[in-house]
């Protein structure tokens, strides 16, 4: 999908830890690369910051699992990955 092998190791790990808290730093050790250049590649590649695409993800699961199931929105916030309701 994307021409840096790099970035799309980065996003299958953040599609598989959609539902926790994932820092730049945790980014950066797994994967043995300075923040920075996480931060600016992945800004480059895709438009966005880390955690704009988690977010965005986050939201995009959200909808189908309000479409999909018959969970109360406290449920679905959790689920993927939202702490609080307020926040969701």
């Known amino acids: 999908m994307y021409s840096n092998e790099l970035v799309c190791c980065i996003l299958d790990f953040l599609d598989e830890n959609l539902n926790r808290k994932i820092s730049i ?22 438009g966005v910051t880390t955690l704009t695409y988690m977010n965005r993800m986050r939201i995009i699961h ?3 699992d309000i ?10 916030a959790i689920r993927n990955g939202f702490y609080s309701l307020e926040y969701f």
């Open 62 to 64: 959200s909808i189908r």
């Open 67 to 76: 479409q999909l199931f018959n969970y109360s929105l406290t449920k679905v």
């Open 25 to 46: 730093e945790e980014i950066a050790c797994k994967f043995y690369y300075n923040r920075y250049y996480i931060m600016k590649l992945f800004k480059k590649e895709l």
